[in-house]
């Protein structure tokens, strides 16, 4: 090309510079929207395709019946909290350590932050609010009270769904780590509350109180 002529000629075809830089700019920009296109197609596409199971799930939940359509990822305390908003059951450490979400599930306690909801299909299911009233306080609620068994009270209702599957365990026989000959006794004694009740953190540091509350609803010994 000359530098001096502002055309290129070559097989009979004469382009300007200018009529070069405008083409090769068009091709650039066509090729970006193309991508673009291409981009937001996949992803409703992938939207389209990773849609999340759904299931239905019936349980009985503190004595009344509850059916629900959920995502099968759904924890059994994200239901209880967000989808049937009882809020009594809390989301502490999220990872079954701490304790403040536990619930009374056939009559055993489990961290409802590490169980899904569809695998309670037909259970019978009990949660802080099941257990009393503000009129009609169940009495490991009293106690707790009576003996101040809480500070900020974000633990306390895993606490005491704990400490009432907890009696009913020791009740039934259930042994414990405690026990010499791993047979449950009564008198309940503290070291033998402690033991049953460590998978529920108290940040507030209340376990005294907490372990007083229960021996006197258990009749235990100190």
């Not at 193309?34 to 939940?61: G, I, M, R, Y």
């Not at 359509?69 to 989301?91: I, P, Q, W």
Request: hydrophobic share 35%; charged share 20%.
């Amino acid at each position: 090309m000359n530098p001096e002529n502002p055309t290129a000629s070559g097989a009979g075809i004469e382009m300007s510079r200018r009529q070069v830089l405008i083409g090769t700019a068009g091709t650039a920009v066509t090729a970006v929207l193309a991508k673009v296109e291409n981009a937001q197609a996949n992803t409703n596409t992938k939207s389209t395709a990773q849609t999340p199971p759904v299931s239905h799930v019936t349980f009985t939940l503190n004595g009344r019946r509850v059916a629900l359509d959920v995502d099968n990822r759904t924890t059994l305390l994200d239901a209880l909290r967000e989808r049937l908003h009882l809020t009594g059951s809390k989301k502490g450490c999220d990872h079954g350590q701490c304790g403040a979400c536990t619930v009374i599930v056939e009559e055993r306690r489990i961290n409802s932050c590490l169980t899904l909801a569809v695998m309670h299909e037909g259970d019978s299911i009990t949660t802080i609010e099941g257990l009393g009233t503000p009129c009609t306080l169940h009495p490991l609620q009293s106690a707790f009270i009576k003996h101040d068994g809480y500070q900020c009270g974000y633990c306390t209702p895993g606490q005491i769904c704990s400490a009432v599957a907890m009696l009913d365990e020791i009740k039934a026989g259930i042994p414990s780590h405690v026990s010499d000959d791993l047979i449950a006794k009564s008198p309940v004694s503290a070291v033998e509350i402690r033991e049953r009740m460590s998978g529920n953190i108290c940040r507030c540091g209340a376990y005294s109180n907490i372990v007083e509350a229960i021996q006197e609803i258990a009749g235990g010994e100190a």
